[in-house]
């Protein structure tokens, strides 16, 4: 069955630096987002990216933050400058045409 | 309320009986979708029901919507240890193509065996 993915797993950055995190939402799917969940938080979103550009975002998703689909497969979220509080669980995830929206396995983020 | 909180925060129930867990939303919604977490891992999509349906099945699981109470119940009967995680309720707006999703707070169900 297919399966969005997300690379790493876990990534441990210090304060100030920029950060990739990457994802390959599923094949045939249109829509690609970004969550991110703080520790004992709700889940919360991010982006929206639909025909090569950003279709909705939050308020958090800030100048620091940008997304990229730089070929037919791989979606990115980079941070340009972690903070602390940005540690936290980014979720990737897309969705098709029936609106079902599925979810990568996350990446950890810790900002040190 | 927020949008899209469930109740009850937590629930402990015995293996072998139902479980049923509720979410409120305020906005008008072009679909309610389920997931569930276990403890650090992933968002798994357990099911969608539209805004013109009322109920949906899938194996153990049935999910009803009443829009006009803005609410959605997830029902899993004959519960199993391995139903153990948190459950959220997720909704996606009517006004966005996008269909972005905006998550309550989860329900933690243990299932004790």
């Known amino acids: 069955e297919p399966e969005v993915t997300q690379t790493p797993s876990h990534q441990v950055t210090q304060m100030g630096q920029e950060v990739i995190l990457r994802c390959v939402p599923i094949?045939?799917?249109?829509?690609f987002y970004w969550y991110r969940q703080i520790l004992g938080q709700k889940v919360e979103f991010l982006v929206s990216?639909?025909?090569?550009?950003?279709?909705?975002k939050s308020e958090i998703f800030d100048d620091q933050f940008s997304v990229e689909r730089p070929d037919g497969s791989n979606f990115t979220l980079k941070i340009r400058s972690t903070k602390l509080e940005d540690s936290a669980m980014y979720f990737c995830?897309?969705?098709?045409?029936?609106?079902?929206?599925?979810f990568g396995p996350g990446t950890r983020l810790t900002v040190l | 309320s927020q949008q899209g909180e469930e109740d009850p925060q937590a629930l402990s129930i015995q293996e072998g009986e139902n479980a049923t867990m509720n979410c409120s939303y305020k906005?008008?919604?072009?679909?309610l979708q389920w997931y569930r977490q276990n403890s650090g891992r992933g968002l798994v999509h357990l099911i969608l029901?539209?805004?013109?349906?009322r109920e949906k099945h899938s194996g153990r699981l049935r999910v009803t919507l009443d829009t006009s109470k803005k609410s959605s119940s997830l029902l899993i009967t004959a519960s199993r240890a391995a139903d153990t995680a948190s459950y959220f309720c997720?909704?996606?707006?009517?006004?966005?193509?996008?269909?972005?999703?905006?998550f309550g707070s989860g329900t933690q169900l243990t299932v004790l065996p």
């Open positions: 029901i539209r805004s013109n349906e």
């Open positions: 094949s045939n799917h249109l829509y």
């Open positions: 906005t008008s919604i072009n679909n």
């Open positions: 995830a897309s969705t098709g045409r029936n609106n079902e929206q599925f």
């Open positions: 997720a909704t996606a707006p009517v006004w966005s193509s996008a269909r972005q999703l905006t």
């Open positions: 990216f639909y025909n090569n550009e950003i279709s909705e």
